[in-house]
């Protein structure tokens, strides 16, 4: 075989190997995932596959149907996952890491001293936080009943904490802060309120699961190649510097 016919069976190959991917993302988690597209795992995951050629239909959906969705083979991968949970799959290699932390307000007079003290206020946890924050926080937030909830919808989460609906709030500070920025320029809040931060836990690191081996394979394979040329870099830097842009 020549070498232009063994170029051409190569790329035609590929080209058949490439594979467009229903792949899960979670609906409202700005800067790391926009609706309308984008976001800096969006984009992180679209660029990894793209090494091998794939193409992403990305399914925009909150974590618990996210979870039902990928267990009963509607989609090809899910963003909102780790091997932790159980869901069986082929989990590729961390991809990114979420700060999550409670945010209280300065006028409440709350004093937390170590995680466990949340039990004593009403407090407001992302859907699912219980699943990926750890055994201790599973076990508080069973002892403290009534006084913790769970919300999909994180701009409703922090509305209710600066509206006082709530003492205490769970979630990523880059989530946080984005929804105060927009909540602010939106006039529904005011920018005089002072929060108190406390980042008890440890970073969370995500994995996208897969259906399929191979596919995961490609993604890690594409992950490295794009930390490795600065893409990924880049990604962060991006929205690091624009998702404060919040229009009006």
Known sequence: MSNFLLIIFLITVSF??????KVVFSRTTPPYVF???????????????????????????????????????????????????????????????????????????????TL?????????????????????????????????????????????????????VVLDKNIFQYYSAMLKSEGKITNTQKVVEQCFFNPTKYQVAFKSQTIRDDFNEGLKHIIKNGKYDAIIQKYSKNYFKIQK
Not at 46 to 54: F, Q, V
Not at 127 to 146: H, P, S, W
Request: aromatic share 14%; glycine share 6%.
């Open 116 to 168: 466990e003290d949340i039990k004593k206020y009403h407090t407001i946890g992302f859907q699912n936080a219980y699943l990926y924050l750890g055994v201790e926080f599973e076990k508080i937030t069973q002892m403290a009943k009534e006084k913790y909830t769970e919300l999909a919808d994180q701009k409703k989460q922090v509305h209710m904490f600066y509206k006082n609906r709530t003492q205490a």
């Open 16 to 21: 058949l190997e490439a594979k467009e991917l």
């Open 35 to 113: 609706d309308t597209g984008g976001g800096i795992n969006f984009d992180i995951v679209k660029e990894s596959l793209e090494y091998k050629s794939h193409t992403i239909e990305p399914v925009y959906v909150n974590i618990a149907r996210g979870v039902e969705m990928f267990k009963s083979n509607l989609v090809d991968a899910n963003t909102l996952l780790q091997e932790t949970t159980d869901v069986k799959g082929y989990y590729s290699d961390f991809f990114i890491e979420y700060q999550n932390c409670v945010f209280t307000l300065e006028d409440s007079n709350i004093h937390l001293e």
